[in-house]
């Protein structure tokens, strides 16, 4: 059973505090702060609901122009026979409120904002899944399973594994793994707040994707990398130290107003378009612009 909508108090991630409340508050209003940082032209069609923010493009075929005249919904999604009805969006990171604010948790918070700005029923533990878990209906009508692994970073790949043998998302799947499961992770090669979609690649030296890789056998699965800073350095414990710190002050600042934000229009630019050389244009190019 679906959980009753509580009010937003209620549905703050534990020990991340009134900063993350308020940008849940300002999600829910339909105009984040990243609105005004849009092209004056494009601000008027990107105040609506939050799950339709990504709407950027009015030439993608999976987009309707606001023309300012009230839409008539179609009597059924359009069929998706390449690509499926079923997307899986898993957010990387660690169990447990001592791991609740650090920078390696960055895929959990992304993944977080994207629940509730879809209106998910709350995440619950799934056994079966080895991970906390919810679901919402896209847009285009497909049902998209939201994933907090709780195997601890390193054993991601496990839950991953879990829930798509479950759902058979890749079952029968004319098309690669990476239109069908879409990973949110942490990145110390990235400055803080950089984002970088690609739809497949190598783990990066990232134990949580390497373990994916490893669950899926493949390494043709969309990934969005979250920038946290801190450099790769390896050998002194200094990149570990800095992944498992909290973010300060004028971090999560930022990640309210800005970075979370961001990461919720390229989720929604991945389950609204096909052609991932479009997100990755999103992602990598416009948002970046408009930073």
Not at 4 to 11: Q, T
Not at 148 to 170: C, E, H, I, W
Request: glycine content about 10%; aromatic content about 6%; proline content about 6%.
């Amino acid at each position: 059973m679906r959980a009753r909508e509580a009010p937003l108090s209620f549905l703050v991630p534990m020990g991340t505090g009134a900063w993350w409340a308020s940008t849940l508050r300002a999600v829910h209003r339909g105009t984040p702060p990243l609105l005004r940082r849009w092209p004056a032209g494009q601000r008027s069609s990107a105040r609506r609901p939050p799950s339709q923010c990504t709407r950027l493009h009015a030439s993608d075929p999976a987009v309707t122009p606001t023309t300012g005249t009230t839409e008539t919904p179609t009597a059924s999604p359009p069929s998706l026979p390449a690509r499926g009805n079923t997307l899986v969006v898993v957010g990387l990171g660690n169990p447990g409120e001592r791991f609740a604010n650090t920078r390696h948790n960055a895929g959990f918070l992304a993944v977080d904002l994207v629940a509730q700005a879809h209106r998910a029923g709350a995440f619950r533990l799934e056994s079966k899944f080895r991970g906390l878990h919810t679901t919402f209906r896209s847009q285009r009508g497909q049902k998209v399973h939201l994933l907090k692994p709780v195997t601890f970073m390193n054993q991601s790949g496990q839950a991953v594994r879990a829930l798509l043998d479950y759902t058979k998302a890749l079952a029968g799947a004319s098309s690669a793994p990476n239109l069908h499961v879409l990973v949110l992770v942490d990145d110390t090669a990235l400055s803080f707040g950089e984002l970088r979609f690609r739809p497949r690649g190598g783990a990066g030296g990232h134990n949580g994707l390497k373990s994916v890789e490893r669950a899926l056998g493949s390494r043709e699965y969309a990934r969005l990398r979250i920038g946290v800073g801190g450099g790769r350095t390896a050998g002194n414990g200094s990149s570990v130290d800095h992944v498992l710190g909290e973010f300060n002050k004028r971090e999560r600042q930022f990640l309210q107003e800005h970075v979370l934000i961001d990461c919720l229009q390229v989720v929604d630019a991945w389950l609204a378009m096909d052609d991932l050389h479009r997100v990755m244009e999103l992602c990598n190019s416009t948002l970046k612009q408009q930073r």
